[in-house]
């Protein structure tokens, strides 16, 4: 799975917010990006300041309140032409081919037997339904936003392509292995 | 607490064979999904459960009382009462308008016209089609049909819904928007759901699955209880 571009993130979340500094711009990705890992403190600065050595983004001044200084952030023309290239590109729809899931099965196809894989494919259909679960409780619960909705969208149509293929190579398991074995 | 049970249900359909031998119990406020592929008896079980047909061998029983061996008119005496029923396509009466497709219920229980439709159009608010009321099927959306006939399913507070498919009918959001609204509902009021799906997406929403696989319970580890929506009562 494509990380997802941190710099491009912070471009626009300076773009729709205007001046900010570090704190801020964490918070704001914390939020609208409900689903996503928190982004570490370390990691806005890093990738701040590597956006300021590339001319993306430049610093606006310093606001000084109870504590340390804080620098804010402004985004420069480049900055918002990087941006724009990015929004407007297409992203290469994902091959999914790599994927562990499917390496696991036909490891275990090559080294143990049938049954062996489909052990292994029952657990994993296992933790991918109580995954899918969580996620199904968690979009259904009152208290959800539409930026949880839409990110738990994302997740759980992910999964249930993931859940849809280990029931159907359940099914194609024993056939697979006599496959691998002649 | 049990309420609703299969002991060994069997049901063949002339030399095919849909149930060999399925025990489940459905407890009280619980939602069980009931999965597996095409064929593998899923509705037939449901409508065995339902008191729509009769196994072959084996027992259903409600709250104790062996409803299998009961006549035609006794089994539907209780889905009436205790039962809701809800299919892929609503089969809301096309004569009627939605108001009066979701008081039908209520006035063949005895509950009084006025009565009824209050009822019913308390019910088609919280699916939010109240401004269907006075209009027929055949104007309607598949959603909203489908809304209208969550409504009718649930009007008579039922103590187990039975749905076969409640959503398969629709696109991927109406049909979310209904499932999400019916598991609300069937929590508030404690009424358990039996709800028959081939998808995993679905299934989701259900408090643990049974799979079906060839007539059989699967036993292969899916019988799962849900960490965030199990509470089971």
Known sequence: ?182 | MTQLQARGVVKAYGPTPALRGITLDVDAGEIIAVTGPSGCGKSTLLHCLAGILRPDAGEVTWHGHRIDTWSEAARSRLRRTEFGVLFQFGQLVAELTAAENVALPLLLAGTGRREARTAALTWLERFGVAELADVRPGEMSGGQQQRCATARALVTEPRVLFADEPTGALDTLTGEQVLTQLVRLAREQGTSVVLVTHEPRIAAYADREVVLRDGLVDQSGLGLDSPLLGERR
């Open chain 1, 1 to 182: 799975m494509a990380e997802v571009s941190t710099p491009h993130v912070l471009l626009g979340l300076l773009a729709s917010g205007g001046t900010r500094h570090g704190y801020e711009l964490k918070r704001a990705h914390d939020e609208r990006l409900p689903r996503a890992r928190p982004l570490a403190f370390g990691q806005v600065y890093a990738t701040l300041g590597r956006l300021q050595r590339d001319g993306l983004v430049a610093t606006a001044g310093q606001e000084r309140e109870a504590g340390p200084d804080r620098t804010t952030y402004t985004l420069t023309d480049a900055g918002r032409a990087t941006l724009d290239r990015w929004l407007t590109e297409v992203e290469p729809p994902m091959p999914y081919v790599a994927s562990t899931l499917f390496a696991k099965v036909t490891v275990a196809l090559l080294v143990a037997d049938v049954d062996r894989a489909r052990a292994w494919l029952i657990a994993q259909r296992r933790a991918h339904t109580q995954r899918l679960r969580e996620l199904t409780a968690a979009k259904a619960a009152p208290s959800a936003t539409l930026d949880d909705v839409v990110a738990l969208d994302f997740a759980i149509a992910h999964l249930d392509a993931d859940l849809r293929w280990l029931h159907t190579t359940l099914d194609r398991v024993a056939d697979w292995h006599r496959e691998v074995h002649t």
